[in-house]
């Protein structure tokens, strides 16, 4: 094997035996970016299937047990089961926009306070509603306020992947809101909240469409399935790499 290190067209130049193997620079580099960038994606499936493990797991624990939420200020953790005792407050409601349906039919996520009686204020996502014939049509979600005791898992208030602007949309009640974040909610109902939302238990009554999923919409097998593909994918890009600029010394 005899080694020729080029410059201009090729980076380097190898013999081996009766074969040459001297690939273009440009070749050589977009072979780089291709591998690179297949390679990123395949550890960020990677990634994603350790998130989607750690979101199974502790879904899976909250199952287990349903705890008395006794503060608004809880620390336990996400996907919890509760039971709270208290109140709603109907006259102070929250439309979070932009919300579809499991089916991706445009329409809102209803957000109630709810007084805990221990002292408190939580924010309960009764469900899913469809949209007006306007938007100016808003939904009745009228509910007893008389005390109750609810069930249902913490979770937190939905995020976008990207934020733009205030999450205030509308004024009055009920208030529209655009992905709101927690001090949005807070300055618009005037009172201080807990950190986490009650997602009602589709067995309890005064909610609406509840078929939104808890689960991830797939598991952490099908991230691993993509990452293995990303990877070979990679391989493959290296093994055409070679075996197109592998040729014989007298051509």
Request: charged residues 20%; neutral net charge; contains cysteine.
């Amino acid at each position: 094997m005899r080694t020729c290190a080029c410059s201009g067209e090729y980076i380097v130049a190898l013999h081996i035996g009766s074969r040459r193997f001297a690939p273009p620079l440009i070749a050589t580099l977009l072979t780089l970016v291709g591998m690179a960038s297949t390679i990123h994606l395949g550890v960020w499936q990677l990634n994603r299937a350790d998130e989607k493990r750690a979101i199974l797991e502790l879904i899976t624990a909250g199952e287990a047990t349903t705890r008395t939420l006794s503060s608004a200020d809880s620390q336990w953790p996400r996907y919890q089961n509760v039971s709270a005792v208290g109140h709603y407050d109907s006259a102070h409601q929250v439309l979070l926009d932009n919300m579809p349906s499991l089916h991706g039919m445009p329409g809102f996520r209803v957000f109630t306070p709810f007084e805990l009686a221990s002292g408190g204020w939580v924010l309960v996502d009764r469900g899913w509603l469809p949209m007006g014939p306007t938007r100016a049509t808003l939904p009745d979600l009228d509910v007893d306020e008389s005390p109750r005791t609810i069930v249902g898992r913490l979770d937190d208030v939905p995020r976008p992947g990207l934020r733009l602007g205030e999450g205030q949309t509308s004024e009055g009640w009920p208030r529209v809101l655009n992905f709101p974040q927690h001090t949005d909610l807070e300055r618009a109902l005037d009172r201080r909240l807990g950190q986490r939302i009650i997602r009602l238990d589709p067995a309890q009554p005064d909610g609406f469409e509840r078929s939104f999923a808890m689960r991830p919409d797939f598991g952490p097998n099908r991230h691993i399935a993509y990452a293995v593909q990303w990877f070979a994918l990679a391989a493959t890009m290296l093994i055409v790499y070679v075996l197109v600029n592998l040729k014989s010394r007298s051509t």
